[in-house]
C-alpha cells in the first residue's frame, strides 16, 4: 500500500518568509510526528499527534514552529519568520497505535528547507 | 537528555568485508532499535531489540543488545553495496512514543 507521502520534496525560501510542509499519513494511522534532521543536529524529534489528544509539542525549537492536523489525517508543519538555521530536511512518520501499545514508525522522504 | 553516540561516524571498505558499528546511550535504554536511512529517503527500521544481552541476525546482519542495556552493536557479514546508507540508533522511548537517534554511521561500501 502507500506510504507516508510529503509534499513538497524541496523548498527554498528567502529568510524571514513563511512556509508550510505538508505529510499524509499511512491511512488507518493514528500518530503522526515531526522531525527535524540537520548536520549539526542530527536527526530529532519535534512534535508528535496521537488521535484526539492534546499533541506533544515538547520538541519544538521556538514559538515560529507550529502544527496542526486536520481530520485526524493530514498534518501541516509551518514555520514563520524562517531563519538560516531552519534549514534542514523535515520528516513525518505515522504508526498505529493499538490501545496500550506503539507500532513500528514508518517515515517519509522528507523535506528538504532551504533557507536563504 | 539522553545521548547516543554512535561510531564511527563515517566507515568505507570494500565489498565482501565485514564491519561493526556501535551505539552507546548514556542512560539505560527503554528500548533499542536501529534504522538504516538511504539518500532522500527517510529512515527504516530494521530490528527492535528490548532484553538486556538479546542477539538477533536479519540475513547479514547481527545485532547486539549488551546486558546492561546502554550500548548496542551491529556487525554485517560480507557488506554489499546495497548496504550503503547512514545507520541510526534509536530509543523507542516506550510510553513516550518519540524516538531520540543517535549521531549516526555513514556507511560506504566499495564495490
Known amino acids: 500500500g502507500a506510504g507516508v507521502s510529503q509534499s513538497p520534496s524541496n523548498k527554498v525560501t528567502e529568510k524571514g518568509k513563511d512556509v508550510e510542509l505538508r505529510c499524509d499519513p499511512i491511512s488507518g494511522h493514528t500518530a503522526l510526528y515531526w522531525y527535524r534532521q540537520s548536520l549539526g543536529q542530527g536527526l530529532e524529534f519535534l512534535i508528535y499527534f496521537q488521535g484526539n489528544s492534546a499533541p506533544d509539542k515538547s520538541g519544538l525549537p521556538s514559538d515560529r514552529f507550529s502544527a496542526e492536523r486536520t481530520g485526524g489525517s493530514v498534518s501541516t508543519l509551518t514555520i514563520q519568520r524562517t531563519q538560516q538555521e531552519d534549514s534542514a530536511v523535515y520528516l513525518c512518520?505515522?504508526?498505529?497505535?493499538?490501545?496500550?501499545?506503539?507500532?513500528?514508525?514508518?517515515f517519509g522522504p522528507g523535506t528538504r528547507l532551504t533557507v536563504l | 537528555t539522553q545521548l547516543l553516540e554512535q561510531s564511527p561516524q563515517f566507515l568505507s571498505i570494500q565489498e565482501g568485508e565485514n564491519l561493526t558499528v556501535y551505539c552507546n546511550s548514556s542512560?539505560?535504554?527503554?528500548?533499542l532499535q536501529w534504522y538504516r536511512q538511504e539518500p532522500g529517503e527517510g529512515p527504516v527500521l530494521l530490528v527492535t531489540v528490548v532484553t538486556g544481552g538479546e542477539v538477533k541476525k536479519l540475513k547479514r546482519l547481527t545485532f547486539q543488545f549488551g546486558d546492561a542495556r546502554k550500548d548496542s552493536s551491529l556487525h554485517i557479514t560480507a557488506a554489499q553495496p546495497g548496504d550503503t546508507g547512514l545507520y541510526l540508533c534509536a530509543d523507542a522511548n516506550f510510553g513516550n512514543e518519540k524516538l531520540t537517534f543517535g549521531t549516526g554511521t555513514r556507511l560506504t561500501i566499495i564495490p
Open positions: 542512560s539505560v535504554f527503554s528500548s
Open positions: 512518520a505515522s504508526s498505529f497505535f493499538p490501545q496500550g501499545g506503539t507500532d513500528t514508525q514508518y
